[in-house]
């Protein structure tokens, strides 16, 4: 008589405990379902197929260890440098100036980014990268 009142006992506390509801004692299908971020991502036959943040050339590129290096550069060496123009072209792209590939390549493109740029914070327009624009794309 006992194990029966245990079992009893059991059940009804499961029953509060998970506030009477049986399918709390089956897997959600909610926590599961990875739905994407973009509903015209690809897919396969069932599941959308895996989103990731897309890897650009540059983000294996060489550079420096620390940010305060780069303060210490000039525009003209930071123009050479793949690594510091691909987050030029990602921080352009991002606030809509540039449309571009992000390859580390400063082209006329980027050059053209930048003067609308400037020209949109009232600077004064060379389409070259100065401290203003480094300042503006919160670049070191």
């Not at 571009?100 to 990268?129: C, W, Y």
Request: net charge positive; charged share 20%.
């Amino acid at each position: 008589m006992s194990a029966a009142i245990k079992i009893l006992a059991i059940v009804l506390l499961s029953l509060s405990f998970f506030g009477g509801e049986a399918r709390a004692f089956i897997l959600d299908e909610e926590i599961f379902s990875q739905r994407p971020l973009d509903p015209l991502a690809p897919r396969d036959d069932q599941w959308p197929l895996h989103q990731m943040l897309a890897v650009n050339a540059t983000d294996f590129a060489v550079r420096y260890r620390y940010r305060f290096a780069y303060y210490f550069k000039a525009p003209e060496q930071l123009v050479l440098q793949a690594s510091y123009v691909g987050a030029l072209q990602r921080d352009l792209r991002r606030l809509g100036y540039y449309c571009g590939p992000i390859d580390g390549i400063f082209s006329a493109e980027v050059s053209n980014a930048i003067a609308h740029l400037q020209k949109n914070h009232s600077m004064r327009v060379t389409g070259t990268l100065t401290d203003g624009v480094r300042r503006a794309l919160h670049l070191p």
